[in-house]
Each structure stands twice: as C-alpha cells, then as structure tokens.
T-cell receptor
Framework: GQSLEQPSEVTAVEGAIVQINCTYQ??????LSWYQQHDGGAPTFLSY????GLEETGRFSSFLSRSDSYGYLLLQELQMKDSASYFC??????????????FGRGTQLTVWP | DTGVSQNPRHKITKRGQNVTFRCDPI?????LYWYRQTLGQGPEFLTY????????KSRLLSDRFSAERPKGSFSTLEIQRTEQGDSAMYLC?????????????FGPGTRLLVL
C-alpha cells in the first residue's frame, strides 16, 4: 500500500514559521490533503493540493511537487493553539471510483511560548 | 450542527461482547467512510459506502466486523466478539463524492476500550 513519511515531532516558538514535510512513494492519485488533530479530537481538514504548487489558506499553506514525490505544510505566525498532530493524506487513486485516503503517521507539533 | 456526528463517543466493553457504533454524515454527502486510529498512528481505512452500496472493505476488516448504510444516510459499524486488539478510535468521515475532489470531513469518533 501507500507509504507516506513525515517527521514524528516538530517544535517551534510562538510567532515562528514551521514546515512539515511529507514524502511518498506511490503516484497515481488525485491529491494530497493535510489534516490537523488535537489530542482526543477528530481530524480537521486544513488544505488540499490537486495540482503542483502552493495553496494558501490564511496562516497555513500547502505545497505539492509530484516530480519530487513531496509535499509540505507551512504554518506561519504560530500560536499555542496550533500544538496538535498534523497528517498528510494521499488520495483518492486516479482511475478508481474509490475515495479512500492513505494517511501518514502524523507529526506532533509543539508550540512553546 | 451540520457536521458529522458519531455515537456513542466512548464505549467500554468486555472481551467477547458485541458493540455497535452509529455515524450520521453531513446530509448532502454521498460517500461515507469508516477509519480506525490507534495511538501514534494515522487513521487507517476500514470501509467505504457510496450511498447505500458498500464498495470497498479493507483487509483490516475481519469477519467480526460488519458495516451497513441501509438508506444511504446514517451508517452503523458492528464488531462481534470483541477482542482487546479492537481497542481504538473509530472515525467516520463523509464527502460529497465529486470525482477528484474528496475532502473528507470527520466526526468526533467513538473511542472503544475492550477489557
């Protein structure tokens, strides 16, 4: 199955910028999504890249390069409330009617004051 | 609240018992997904419905698991003869079902503990 690699942990201070990378091995999918999950909470959709390039949504931006099998989530002006786990998710598969997403293991972001 | 809802939020059961979880998706969403998440892992796909049809089941879904979506609206996930390894967060998600655009919106999950 798909294998997505993310760093397990990232730390940063309030106001800083942090980039969470996601590399993958399998191509042939529609897009790369990013989800945020606070402890005990549900994954919340943040951003989606269907095409190569940068997508900006407020303080969060996401990037995809299919030629490099790589994407990232960029978080700017970090706030304490951004401390959470961040997951990249690949899918759905092209040429399929199925809509499943394949998730990475997640990156735990800790924001310090 | 128009988001995805799940009930119950928590379930503690003894090994060998049967449990059933319910998911109510966002009303206009055609697709419904069940995922399982254990500590330190991302969600893992279990099964998927397009309206009332169950189109895919993961190999993670043993014979003890069954899911239904009888009228294409809410869905239930039943686990029979629960085992301690079934302890996890069970997440439901829904999406519009527009090809190539599959933003999935997750419910709060049902946390299952099997003693």
């Amino acid at each position: 199955g798909q294998s997505l690699e993310q760093p397990s942990e990232v730390t940063a201070v309030e106001g800083a910028i942090v980039q969470i990378n996601c590399t993958y091995q399998t191509s042939g999918f529609y897009g790369l999504s990013w989800y945020q999950q606070h402890d005990g909470g549900a994954p919340t959709f943040l951003s989606y890249n269907g095409l190569d390039g940068l997508e900006e949504t407020g303080r969060f931006s996401s990037f995809l390069s299919r030629s490099d099998s790589y994407g990232y989530l960029l978080l700017q002006e970090l706030q304490m409330k951004d401390s959470a786990s961040y997951f990249c998710a690949q899918g759905p598969d092209r040429g399929s009617t199925l809509g499943r997403l394949y998730f990475g293991r997640g990156t735990q972001l800790t924001v310090w004051p | 609240d128009t988001g995805v809802s799940q009930n119950p939020r928590h379930k503690i059961t003894k090994r060998g018992q049967n449990v059933t979880f319910r998911c109510d998706p966002i009303s206009e969403h055609n697709r419904l997904y069940w995922y399982r998440q254990t500590l330190g892992q991302g969600p893992e796909f279990l099964t998927y419905f397009q309206n009332e049809a169950q189109l895919e089941k993961s190999r993670l879904l043993s014979d003890r698991f069954s899911a239904e979506r009888p009228k294409g609206s809410f869905s239930t996930l039943e686990i029979q003869r629960t085992e301690q390894g079934d302890s996890a967060m069970y997440l439901c998600a829904s999406s519009l079902g527009r090809r190539g655009l599959e933003t999935q919106y997750f419910g709060p999950g049902t946390r299952l503990l099997v003693l």
